[in-house]
């Protein structure tokens, strides 16, 4: 699986976007991005994942660059419920039995 | 709809005594199961996955172990226990159609 590269932590206001960095300049063709989020002292959730066009869920809209050696998670209107870390992964769907490696991720604080 | 539960959620054991956690996975059927461990501030390390009833595979040498007696149980086990092994320990399984890890809520173990 690619290594990835994040931020170790960001700040954000309340009511504005999010915007998570993600580099991952080793991706292969079938590798796609996943990104999860941590809330203190709960396990990790799943929010979104892509392979190079940009894709939007109810929580976060995922921006993969053109030669997808890096993306962003974009929050649109954060919130403080939002303050977690979030984590970026990039693996096949279905190679490696699925495993996925976690890094230390973005620690991102919500502030009112 | 897929959950998974994790028990206990809290544990505080002496060093060397044995361990047995649980993780049982409901709404899915021959999941890929995963055992990670997550020590204070960092990222999540894989332990043990299992693609099925019987079948483990370590990812790092440790003091823990391993079994999937069911096709949707889980359990992690270790004889006498260090307190290298205290940490956050989160079971999760595998979505069939994107792959994405669905996590349970953890058991924050404490080594004294």
């Known amino acids: 699986d690619a290594k990835t590269t994040q931020p170790p932590s960001m700040d954000c206001a309340e009511g504005r976007a999010a915007n998570l960095p993600c580099n991952h300049s080793?991706?292969?063709?079938?590798?796609?991005v996943y990104w999860y989020r941590q809330i203190h002292s709960q396990g990790p959730q799943y929010i979104i994942h892509?392979?190079?066009n940009n894709e939007t869920n109810e929580m976060a809209s995922l921006i993969i660059t053109e030669d997808r050696k890096s993306s962003t998670l974009i929050l649109p209107h954060a919130t403080l419920r939002d303050t977690a870390v979030y984590y970026c992964?990039?693996?096949?769907?279905?190679?490696?039995?699925?495993?996925?490696?976690f890094g230390d991720g973005t620690t991102l604080t919500v502030k009112p | 709809s897929q959950t998974i539960h994790q028990w206990p959620a809290t544990l505080v054991q002496p060093v060397g005594s044995p361990l047995s956690l649980e993780c049982t996975v409901e709404?899915?059927?021959?999941?890929?199961l995963y055992w990670y461990r997550q020590a204070a501030g960092r990222g999540l390390q894989l332990l043990f996955y299992?693609?099925?009833?019987?079948?483990i595979s370590s990812e790092v040498p440790q003091n823990l172990s391993a079994s999937r007696p069911q096709d949707r149980q889980f359990i992690l086990s270790s004889k006498k226990l260090l307190l290298s092994d205290s940490g956050f320990y989160l079971c999760?399984?595998?979505?069939?159609?994107?792959?994405?890890?669905?996590f349970g809520p953890g058991t924050r173990l404490t080594v004294l």
């Open positions: 709404g899915t059927s021959n999941p890929n």
């Open positions: 299992s693609v099925g009833i019987g079948q």
């Open positions: 080793t991706i292969s063709g079938n590798e796609y």
């Open positions: 999760a399984w595998r979505g069939q159609v994107y792959n994405e890890q669905f």
């Open positions: 992964i990039v693996r096949g769907v279905n190679t490696n039995a699925g495993k996925s490696t």
């Open positions: 892509g392979l190079k």
